[in-house]
């Protein structure tokens, strides 16, 4: 009965044991130093079907991961390929235009009714009038928190009001919420 072979690096591109568990050990994402780990492992003699159950990872896993470094080395096993994702809605020159829009003027001033801040149904109109762009207000939402906007209710500055009278009111109302008994049930 001949005993089965398990899984070989056949060319360790100048990468030791000691020298992965270096690599190992300083690699912030979890999902790569496992990667390092399995090299390292078949390295040491593991068969991969034990590497597979250490590591709880499937074993064709630990297979693909062996041949990409027998191929390519560290470089190939770690490159990774993310999907693309969707295309977006506006152009990098049509997001900085709308972005410019928002930080810097009103809707009134934009030409937008008489509005003196941006809202999402305002930006959808602006949207499609000026980009020929249809979007859902969840979906301008979420773009305008991608950008680093937050939403926030508009307030309002009475332009008469006396700093000093406010101030003695304020005091006022402190005053009576701790002199004032209340009720509990």
């Given amino acids: 009965m ?17 020298r992965l568990q ?9 999902n790569m130093a ?7 492992l078949i390295m040491q003699g593991y068969l991969g079907i034990q590497v597979a159950e250490l590591l709880n990872i499937h074993r064709e896993t630990v297979s693909i991961y062996v041949q990409k470094f027998n191929q ?6 770690l490159e990774r390929h993310y999907a693309p994702g969707r295309k977006p809605y506006l152009s990098p020159d049509e997001e900085r235009e709308l972005r410019k829009m928002l930080e810097e003027s009103t809707p009134a001033d934009e030409g937008y009714g008489i509005e003196t801040s941006w809202n999402t149904r305002i ?8 980009f020929s762009v ?15 906007f937050r939403y926030t209710h508009p307030t309002y500055t009475l332009k008469r009001a006396n ?10 109302m402190e005053l009576i919420k701790k ?7």
């Fill in 2 to 18: 001949m005993k089965k072979k398990g899984l070989q690096i056949t060319n360790n591109h100048g990468w030791t044991i000691e």
């Fill in 22 to 30: 270096e690599q190992e050990r300083r690699m912030k994402n979890a």
């Fill in 34 to 40: 496992k990667r390092i780990a399995v090299i390292r």
């Fill in 72 to 77: 390519g080395g560290m470089d190939a096993l």
């Fill in 123 to 130: 930006i959808q109109h602006v949207l499609e009038e000026k």
């Fill in 134 to 148: 249809t979007m859902s207000r969840g979906g301008i939402c979420d773009m305008l928190h991608r950008w680093g």
């Fill in 163 to 172: 700093p000093q009278k406010q101030k003695e009111f304020q005091q006022e």
């Fill in 179 to 185: 002199t004032c008994p209340t009720t509990q049930s």
